[in-house]
C-alpha cells in the first residue's frame, strides 16, 4: 500500500501496469498516470468503472 502519486520505484521496473478503480480515489489523476509511465517498460493499463 502506498501513495500512486509518488513511490521509490526505478524507472522501467515492471514490464506492465494495471490500475484498477483508482481514479475516484484520487484528485490528481495526471500525476498517477505520469509515474505509472515512468515505471512500466511496455504496458499501462487502467480499469475505469463511471459512476
Known amino acids: ?3 500512486a502519486r509518488k513511490h ?4 522501467s521496473s515492471f514490464d506492465a501496469t494495471l490500475l ?3 481514479f475516484y480515489l484520487i484528485k490528481d489523476n495526471r500525476k498517477v498516470m505520469l ?3 515512468r515505471v512500466t517498460r511496455e504496458m499501462v493499463m487502467p480499469i475505469v ?3
Open 35 to 37: 509515474v505509472a509511465g
Open 20 to 22: 484498477l478503480y483508482l
Open 49 to 51: 468503472k463511471e459512476h
Open 8 to 11: 521509490s520505484f526505478l524507472d
Open 1 to 3: 500500500m502506498g501513495d
